[in-house]
């Protein structure tokens, strides 16, 4: 697929229409050949689809929500970048740190809420481009997901809200200390990966439910959170 710069999509603030607008495309059309603008066309159609598809989806639910008074609020950027083969999703590894109670983890970018952050969906943004270097809009969220608490009573209390956001290119990632790997994953393929397998948690071995991709378990929360999220996207059709 060839890809062009220039595309972003449309605000998914309540009334306003989610989509692709264009800037300055008549003039990148007019330097591509009509083989490329149709490979442009399909592509802008594809990304158009899955992300109103995919927000359309989200404004209809109604997320769960704790208060936000809550002392151990943390915030995390779903990323969706639409394929030829449906879409995919973006996920790190955790760096291996004794200090951290997720070590080594699976997960999604983001981290706990700092007083200095206006709201959740700044502590987001921020914690995705510390951690990765993907500098995140506002006006790329495609949606809210539910509210989730951590379950395992020997973790810190913490509570995790994840907001989507809808991509058009693939970022380059400049990962920080916090984080050691990363993969963009098939969603469909993701959802096809789903099994129990065992972990090893603090020297400990576990049977869990999780995404099993090449040699990566996504179990957990971030599991937690995905699920739903990958059957809502699948749903599509895209």
């Not at 008074?69 to 955790?94: C, K, M, Y």
Request: with cysteine; hydrophobic share 40%; charged share 20%.
């Amino acid at each position: 697929m060839v890809r062009y710069r220039g595309l972003c999509p449309l605000s998914t603030t309540p009334g306003v229409r989610t989509g692709i607008k264009f800037t300055k495309w008549p003039r990148v059309l007019s330097h591509i050949t009509p083989k490329q603008q149709t490979s442009f066309h399909f592509a802008v159609s594809i990304m158009s689809q899955l992300h109103t598809a995919v927000a359309e989806r989200l404004q209809t639910l109604l997320p769960q929500r704790v208060p936000e008074d809550h002392e151990g609020f943390s915030a995390v950027a779903v990323l969706l970048l639409p394929t030829d083969s449906g879409g995919e999703i973006f996920l790190i590894r955790r760096a291996e740190r004794p200090t951290d109670h997720w070590s080594g983890h699976m997960a999604l970018p983001g981290g706990r809420r700092q007083a200095s952050d206006v709201d959740l969906l700044e502590t987001a943004i921020r914690e995705t481009r510390e951690e990765t270097g993907v500098e995140l809009k506002r006006e790329l969220v495609l949606g809210e997901l539910d509210d989730l608490r951590s379950t395992t009573p020997s973790l810190p209390p913490v509570v995790v809200r994840p907001y989507v956001f809808g991509l058009h290119t693939r970022p380059e990632i400049i990962p920080n200390h916090e984080v050691a790997g990363h993969i963009w994953v098939n969603t469909r393929e993701l959802v096809q990966s789903e099994k129990v397998t065992t972990v090893s948690v603090r020297g400990k071995q576990m049977q869990v439910e999780g995404f099993v991709v090449a040699s990566h378990v996504i179990w957990g929360m971030t599991r937690r959170i995905i699920k739903p999220f990958l059957e809502l996207v699948n749903s599509t059709g895209l």
